[in-house]
């Protein structure tokens, strides 16, 4: 997936969104499917991975949990170990090593199809064949999340999501907190395109004041990343930030447990 602003590039698929996407995905914004309050806890930060390219299943993996926490990495099945423009996909063995490593596998559309070109049955249709194809990789995947593809959700198939997923992440930036919407979970950036030092930090301390989920993404953890994704360097720093206020990094499906969603 590879989408910010209204920018979306992989593939055959067209640069600019269509009207109906940001329309769909602007009213989806505001028509909460499955709101929750946040209880009054201390911070947490996730970090989630969107498509898993291999430096992401490798060198971002391994440097989480250098630092005690797991990421939340949303697969779409037919990326699985197949060549793109800027990385390679993550192989079934590294999907299965992350797995029992602690990391979270989260739940794309099998063939990396935006939510609001989807019908009700061509999503579930989607899901289900994601479902089928990372079980066949490692039985004891539990897909439990969602991130929409290209950071575009449906107004139309929130509430199918949530009869699905205990929750779905966008890309809108800021921090989670007071009342959310499990089916649009807030995420700000960690590409070295959209962020550096300094407004990674701001994010950690608006966590800080609000007392709220700090959820970031990314694609790959390269030293010369893509405009998608990150060098390790910055990856580090967010690290570190959390480290230094004692945000614990946590799983997408350990932050909903935390928050009693």
Avoid at 141 to 165: C, D, H, M, T
Wanted: one cysteine or more.
């Amino acid at each position: 997936m590879f989408q910010y602003g209204n920018i979306g590039i992989t593939g055959n698929v067209p640069v600019l969104s269509t009207l109906n996407g940001r329309l769909s995905n602007r009213l989806a914004r505001h028509f909460h499917a499955a709101p929750h309050r946040l209880p009054a806890h201390a911070p947490m930060v996730s970090f989630t991975f969107d498509d898993a390219p291999d430096s992401a299943a490798a060198e971002g993996a391994a440097m989480l949990e250098s630092h005690g926490g797991y990421g939340t990495f949303y697969l779409a099945g037919s990326l699985i170990d197949q060549p793109g423009d800027h990385w390679r996909g993550l192989s079934s063995d590294a999907i299965v090593r992350l797995h029992r490593s602690g990391h979270e596998i989260g739940c794309h559309t099998y063939s990396h199809l935006r939510a609001v070109d989807l019908d009700e049955s061509a999503m579930a249709r989607e899901i289900e064949r994601n479902r089928s194809y990372l079980l066949g990789i490692e039985s004891s995947i539990r897909l439990e999340n969602f991130a929409y593809p290209y950071g575009l959700a449906s107004v139309w198939r929130k509430p199918q999501l949530a009869r699905i997923f205990r929750s779905a992440r966008g890309i809108l930036p800021g921090v989670n907190s007071n009342v959310i919407d499990l089916q649009f979970l807030r995420a700000s950036p960690l590409i070295n395109c959209e962020i550096d030092t300094d407004g990674v930090d701001r994010y950690f301390d608006e966590a800080v004041a609000s007392g709220g989920w700090l959820i970031f993404y990314g694609h790959d953890v390269v030293d010369a990343p893509s405009p998608y994704g990150c060098t390790p360097g910055l990856l580090r720093h967010a690290l570190k930030a959390a480290v230094t206020r004692s945000m614990p990094i946590v799983t997408v499906a350990e932050a909903l447990r935390r928050i009693g969603a």
